[in-house]
């Protein structure tokens, strides 16, 4: 039996400073700021089809079948370009329940990494919302999610527990959000995935679920969405859509971070959070710490 679940919308505000978003909801509640990235040339810019142009040969990875399993192949970026195109052109005017398995998913991948060159349509890219350990070389932190319409990242919260602020460029996707208080009755497994789907729950193979509340946001090219540590979020692509995230934690849930390893978090995250609690907390910089992070930033999990 599937049934709806009580959901309500995120507070949607223009763009913040710094102070008003630490104050306000950094380690509080999502938000999404409308319009806070109109003003950096990647909005206007930035697609896959552009990517593809200026690198063509790049060898990428991609997902391919469920996001959660983690299978992976590499292709050529004017390739995926190509085979994304062609599956729009097909799907066009088809409804939702017609268009059949999306192609792979080139999701969490450090493009950055990869084309330096892209870092020029960035500036001014908005720092000062990171501690001082993230925001001097913010670069090395964006996982970049490129893909066709209809790809979907099933209910998670991000791996090391970090704070996650999303930044959306081409297209559109639509989060559904479980607050981090609630993952006890999300069924979870391999540590961060949740075998429940938000927008069609079957209550009676997971029935802890029923009464979990949920709030929903669109986000559209030039927005930025923050969420706390620990949020569970159901991702959808409405378009095809160009975003990165930025993980990353403040003193607070570095120490989290550090504190769940009796929660059965993967040793080797814990791993990570205690090189990032360093730098958060005891203001290691980051170039020390690069060498024992340079995996974090292909980690698939």
Not at 92 to 105: C, F, H, R, S, T
Not at 129 to 153: E, L, N
Request: glycine share 4%; net charge neutral; aromatic share 12%.
């Amino acid at each position: 039996m599937t049934t709806t679940v009580p959901s309500s919308l995120v507070d949607v505000r223009p763009p913040l400073t710094a102070a008003q978003f630490h104050a306000e909801y950094v380690n509080k509640k999502p938000v999404l700021m409308k319009g806070a990235l109109a003003g950096l040339p990647a909005t206007d810019r930035w697609s896959l089809s552009h990517f593809a142009s200026i690198a063509p040969d790049l060898p990428v990875r991609l997902k391919t079948g469920r996001v959660a399993d983690g299978v992976t192949t590499t292709v050529r970026m004017a390739d995926y370009c190509r085979t994304v195109t062609e599956w729009e052109d097909r799907i066009a005017g088809l409804p939702d329940d017609e268009v059949g398995k999306p192609p792979p998913y080139l999701h969490d991948v450090p493009l950055l990494s990869l084309l330096p060159a892209l870092r020029a349509d960035l500036e001014p890219f908005p720092a000062e919302v990171f501690p001082k350990f993230f925001r001097d070389q913010w670069w090395v932190f964006p996982q970049f999610f490129v893909g066709p319409s209809h790809a979907v990242t099933p209910l998670h919260f991000d791996t090391l527990l970090t704070h996650n602020l999303f930044f959306q460029f081409d297209g559109s996707k639509r989060f559904v959000m479980v607050d981090a208080a609630d993952r006890d009755r999300c069924y979870m497994y391999n540590w961060r995935w949740s075998k429940v789907d938000p927008d069609d729950p079957d209550l009676e193979r997971f029935p802890r679920f029923r009464g979990v509340r949920t709030s929903t946001c669109v986000v559209e090219a030039g927005d930025l969405l923050y969420m706390p540590p620990g949020t569970l979020h159901k991702v959808t692509s409405l378009a095809p859509s160009v975003s990165f995230n930025i993980d990353w934690h403040d003193r607070h849930s570095a120490l989290r971070g550090i504190n769940v390893f009796r929660d059965r978090m993967p040793l080797r995250n814990l791993r990570y959070n205690l090189l990032f609690a360093l730098g958060v907390r005891a203001g290691v910089p980051l170039s020390t710490l690069m060498p024992a992070l340079k995996s974090y930033f292909v980690y698939i999990s």
